[in-house]
């Protein structure tokens, strides 16, 4: 009986003494990972100067449609009558006729507002992200089109499955206290 | 006169109009005069701070709920319905993100990366399931995981697998832990992220081979009981290291074990420990010379591991995307031509040139040659103790759930007809 218990101090000493370096183990993880602790969450988010337009982010989110929509930085447009961004280079009449239109899915209104300008909006219901609109604005107009990520939309994975194939690292994790990159000028900010 | 007055002003005209157009866009905007009001770029918010945190107060007090029910109340009912609420909220409702198995890469990468911060709450989901398995067993798999109670609910009919399939499968969470954790560190991939079975469920939408993955899974886990938490889960490696020098742990009988052999087939898992056969293991006489012999393989095993880990660390570097990039543009320069590739193309238009890229692969292949060698050894280590373990002889008179592999989900306490 004696032995029996002695054999049973001995095992709960051991079981003990591991506990105690595993939770000193824990603490010493959370300790060092406290140090590089940001009390903000992350968010994903485009750098639209970096944006390549390659299209991906309409076929890779794990929304379907894309958690990428196109939006418009009305401070960049010219109010152009002549869009890139919203009418085919080969287009045959400055009007909203389908087969004039950049956008697969119609997505962006045109409005008329003065001669000669015309505003252009952006219906996110239809938007899916796959960058025509800001490919032709960027290539001909002001470039006031581009991609971000709406927030309202993205389940902020942890491993956002876009960033991972975007070919130009556009995509990265910022403080969501900074969630949006929208361009207020047509010149990266750094650069100034 | 007046002509050099004119050229003046062309000159002037010209200089002013050069230097305004390097600050200035193509179009400049209109200035309208109809009273036209700019709309605004409409930027809804992300998910508020506050509600993150009530994530973590919902994971604690599900926790301890957890481990109220399974240690005190001993209801496997409550612990049904805790799952079935777990499954609902950060399954469904939140879309099974954030969660704990996956948090792992999170600390890992804020420990090699030295730009990468690591949000409060995915800290908190990845330090509190630990802290509460030292404490109180595996209650976190029974209730707070999502991915547990998907499995949870859907068992049927469980099949008792042979022991040696049990071990044997069971490394496979080692591999797969070795295997996040050096593509974390190396900030190349979140592979647990990245091939989460059950995610796809959540979300109603999923690529259409994880889809395939999850509802396999999910088939699977109608006979094979829990076939993630058992033979994949990464975290469920560290949580069984807690869990087996646990404070307190779910016990099948409140009071003394009668030796009734009610609760053998309760568990699906196959996790409870019969009593040892004290007068078989002392006649088989094989035990001291088999444990020298598994004691003196463990540093070959180790030795084997790292020299497994050297040897792949070249196509484990591949999954890097710029070793990937380095290494097509080296082997296959013509690809350059190709106006299909998007990566290389995007790479070309960048303007960059070959040498950063290829020093940079070249970086990362040196962290998966060191990072490989190690998850290596670690590996060789593992089976190598595995090994031993199964000659190693404990004295159990009770029967007795398996520390480590226990889910802490309570069927078994139904099953004993001991009153407390």
């Known amino acids: ?192 | 006169m007046k002509k050099l007055k004119y050229i003046f002003w062309t000159v002037a005209f010209v200089v002013l109009y050069v230097a305004a157009s390097a600050q200035q866009q193509r179009f400049p905007k209109p200035e309208f005069e109809s009273g036209y009001e700019q709309p605004t770029t409409i930027t809804p918010e992300p998910r508020a701070l506050s509600l993150e945190y009530f994530d973590v107060l919902v994971l604690l007090v599900v926790l301890s709920l957890a481990s109220w029910l399974v240690l005190k109340k001993r209801s496997r009912q409550g612990v049904l319905w805790l799952s079935v609420f777990t499954l609902i909220y950060f399954g469904f409702y939140r879309d099974g993100c954030i969660c704990s198995i996956g948090a792992i890469q999170n600390v890992t990468l804020s420990f090699f990366d030295p730009a990468y911060a690591i949000s409060l709450t995915a800290l908190l989901f990845f330090l509190l399931p630990l802290a509460f398995t030292l404490f109180f067993g595996r209650t976190f798999c029974a209730g707070a995981c999502p991915l547990g109670a998907i499995q949870d609910l859907i068992i049927i009919k469980p099949i008792s697998l042979p022991k040696w399939l049990n071990k044997t499968l069971g490394l496979i969470p080692y591999i797969y832990l070795s295997l996040a954790v050096l593509f974390a560190a190396t900030g190349t991939d979140f592979i647990i992220c990245r091939y989460d079975p059950f995610v796809g469920i959540f979300r109603m939408e999923a690529k259409f081979h994880m889809a395939v993955l999850g509802v396999s899974f999910l088939l699977m886990g109608m006979f094979v009981a829990r076939p993630y938490c058992r033979f994949f889960c990464p975290y469920g490696v560290l949580l069984s290291w807690m869990s087996r020098f646990s404070k307190w742990h779910l016990s099948i009988t409140p009071s003394a074990c009668i030796q009734c052999k009610l609760c053998t087939n309760s568990c699906p898992f196959d996790a409870i420990d019969y009593p040892t056969n004290e007068k078989e293991v002392v006649k088989s006489g094989l035990g001291p010379k088999r444990f020298l012999v598994y004691a003196v393989l463990i540093p070959v095993w180790v030795a084997a591991g790292v020299f497994v880990g050297e040897r792949t660390h070249t196509w484990l570097s591949k999954a890097n995307p710029d070793v990937y990039l380095a290494e097509l543009l080296i082997s296959n320069p013509e690809i350059k031509n190709d106006p299909d590739n998007i990566d290389v193309q995007t790479f070309l238009a960048s303007g960059k040139t070959m040498e950063p890229l290829v020093e940079e692969a070249k970086i990362i292949r040196g962290k998966f040659y060191i990072g490989s060698m190690i998850a290596g050894g670690f590996l060789g280590l593992v089976i190598g103790m595995t090994l031993l373990n199964t000659i190693v002889f404990r004295k159990r008179q009770d029967y007795l759930p398996h520390k480590g592999n226990c889910f802490s989900c309570a069927r078994c306490v139904d099953y004993c007809p001991v009153e407390k």
């Open chain 1, 1 to 192: 009986m004696e032995k029996e218990s002695k054999s049973k101090n001995r095992r709960e000493f051991i079981q003990s003494g591991v506990r105690l370096s595993l939770a000193m183990a824990l603490g010493s993880v959370s300790g060092l990972a406290l140090s590089k602790v940001v009390k903000d969450d992350y968010v994903w988010q485009i750098d639209p100067f970096e944006c390549t337009q390659c299209g991906r982010c309409a076929t890779d989110c794990v929304m379907s449609p894309s958690a990428v929509k196109c939006v418009h930085a009305y401070d960049l447009c010219g109010y152009c009558d002549l869009c890139g961004g919203y009418l085919k280079p080969d287009s045959n009449a400055l009007s909203t006729a389908a087969e004039n239109q950049l956008c697969p899915t119609a997505a962006i209104e045109r409005k008329f507002i003065e001669e000669p300008y015309f505003e252009y909006i952006i219906n996110e219901d239809l938007c899916i992200g796959c960058a025509k609109c800001v490919k032709g604005c960027t290539a001909f107009g002001n470039g006031s089109l581009h991609l971000q990520i709406i927030h309202s939309i993205c389940d902020n994975c942890n491993d956002c499955s876009i960033a991972r194939v975007c070919p130009s690292n556009a995509i990265k994790r910022v403080p969501a206290s900074e969630a949006y990159f929208i361009k207020g000028d047509f010149t990266k900010k750094s650069e100034s």
